[in-house]
């Protein structure tokens, strides 16, 4: 099975062809947002240098959620368009879950974090169970504060990553002290190879989104939306 995953729900804009357990290329680029610009040439020189067509795919996968508002409709517009080409399923891999495939059957909690801004994170808490990635609470929009005190509950080693983990680094090494770990660089970044990973296990159980009806998750409402709301006195 051949998956082409893209990733763009933050600065990172990537894609990657993953054949079964082989993945085949990736390109990544981790600089400013410009998807919008970048992702379509970035597919067709994926695809050339592999002397692949869209149309050797078995399913196209793009990160679903959450990220950045624009990112992640760049993602998921370019995903759907390519399906509807080839008529082939669409696999939306959450984000959170994308980062946690970073560090496959890691030993302890796996807390990714996305900068959420304003002292907040997009984060969720994980276990790997040997190949297997056991989710332990819900997705989250949250603040630094409100994550620490979650994962106080867990009495083991944390291993943190993404950069909502980088941003935090100091107040996550102060209350977790020898528990905590942290990802190296490379391994901070959304990767599409991630995506692959993650988009591949559920293709094999048959498990796929409708690309007429998917839609990206936000978790919660863009700037733009709250800034209304507030104008027109609505909730936050």
């Known amino acids: 099975m051949r998956v082409l995953a893209l990733e763009t729900s933050g600065t990172v804009a990537s894609a990657a062809v993953q054949d079964d357990n082989k993945l085949l290329g990736e390109i990544t680029f981790n600089y400013k947002k410009q998807h919008s610009t970048i992702l379509m040439p970035m597919i067709d020189k994926l695809l050339t240098s592999l002397d692949l067509d ?22 998921a517009a370019t995903a759907k368009g390519l399906c509807q080409g080839i008529d082939k399923p669409l696999i939306g891999v959450p984000t959170l879950d994308g980062l946690a495939f970073n560090i496959m059957y890691s030993k302890g909690i796996v807390c990714p974090m996305i900068d959420a801004l304003r002292n907040n994170v997009y984060t969720c808490i994980y276990r790997w169970d040997r190949e297997k990635l056991v989710r332990l609470d819900e997705y989250m929009a949250v603040s630094i504060d409100e994550i620490i005190e979650k994962l ?25 002290s020898k528990n905590a770990f942290f990802a190296q660089g490379n391994l901070n970044m959304q990767k599409a190879s991630s995506i692959c990973s993650a988009a591949l296990i559920r293709l094999r159980e048959g498990d796929v989104d409708n690309y007429i009806d998917f839609a990206p998750f936000y978790i919660r409402k863009s700037q733009a939306e709250r800034e209304y709301e507030n104008r027109k006195g609505g909730t936050k």
């Open 152 to 176: 106080k509950n867990y009495n083991e080693d944390i291993i943190f990553l993404g950069d909502g983990a980088f941003l935090h680094r100091e107040i996550l090494s102060k209350e977790f």
């Open 54 to 75: 869209i149309k050797d795919m078995d399913s196209i996968a793009c990160s679903s959620g959450p990220g950045s508002f624009t990112g992640l409709r760049i993602g």
